[in-house]
């Protein structure tokens, strides 16, 4: 479901295979000029010359760019927010350093991130929907941890809601790191990030398992 204070209705939305062909060039178009100029220095003009169609055909699928755009980032919010944790079974630091190196790959695939510093300053609307976001994430993070602390697997005199609230941080600058081109040792970032949750009698000889 699109989010209304992001996307709102679409004039048209294209039901002939050659139609959606057209509305999904004029969506690669913008994806690449918002990459390359900056999303202010972009018009609707240059996102269709691109896409080899008129100016009235990219308006007869977008209202405006903001909404193509809105569209795009709606499609990716999950990429480019900080990773969810949970943990279920298996080993917290091999799990946790694999979906790192996998979540900031996609990150990095998408070139969207690139594009938030300035948009979030830019649409209020954006950036509501995008702190909404945090607080749900950080929810379901607090939610999981408390379950694995009355189960005995973390540490028992540690503050859950002041931990969510340190390791969210963690993440985040390690997600600055990322964004700026710098070398991101995964295993090891894993490693100091669950023995920060983890006390050390719950490692075993083949790991440190979650059950």
């Not at 694999?98 to 830019?122: A, V």
Request: some cysteine; proline content about 4%; overall charge neutral.
């Amino acid at each position: 479901m699109p989010n209304e204070n992001l996307v709102g209705d679409f004039p048209t939305f294209p039901k002939q295979q050659r139609s959606k062909l057209k509305r999904e060039a004029l969506i690669e178009s913008a994806k690449s000029l918002f990459i390359e100029k900056g999303y202010e220095h972009t018009t609707a003009k240059e996102i269709a010359a691109r896409a080899h169609v008129a100016t009235g055909t990219f308006y007869r699928y977008f209202s405006d760019k903001r909404q193509l755009l809105m569209s795009l980032i709606e499609n990716q919010l999950e990429d480019i927010m900080p990773l969810d944790l949970e943990w279920k079974s298996g080993d917290p630091e091999k799990l946790l350093a694999g979906r790192l190196e996998m979540h900031y790959h996609k990150m990095n695939e998408s070139n969207l991130r690139k594009l938030m510093p300035e948009l979030l300053i830019r649409d209020a609307e954006l950036a509501a929907v995008v702190k909404d976001a945090k607080v749900h994430m950080q929810k379901k993070v607090l939610q999981h941890l408390e379950k694995l602390q009355r189960k005995g697997l973390m540490w028992p005199d540690i503050d859950i809601g002041t931990l969510t609230w340190c390791l969210q941080s963690l993440l985040e600058k390690l997600q600055v790191r990322n964004s700026e081109g710098l070398d991101v040792d995964y295993q090891q970032f894993a490693k100091v990030f669950c023995r920060t949750l983890f006390p050390g009698d719950h490692q075993t000889d083949e790991g440190r398992y979650i059950e």
